[in-house]
């Protein structure tokens, strides 16, 4: 449960904005 909850956390953040700059580091 307890890491559900983390994963939920973190797919909020990792929106489409988010993945995006993380995708820009990566081709760099």
Do not use: H, K
Request: charged share 20%; net charge neutral.
């Amino acid at each position: 449960a307890a890491a559900t909850t983390v994963i939920e956390a973190v797919d909020q953040n990792l929106t489409l904005e988010g993945l995006r700059i993380i995708y820009q580091r990566n081709r760099q």
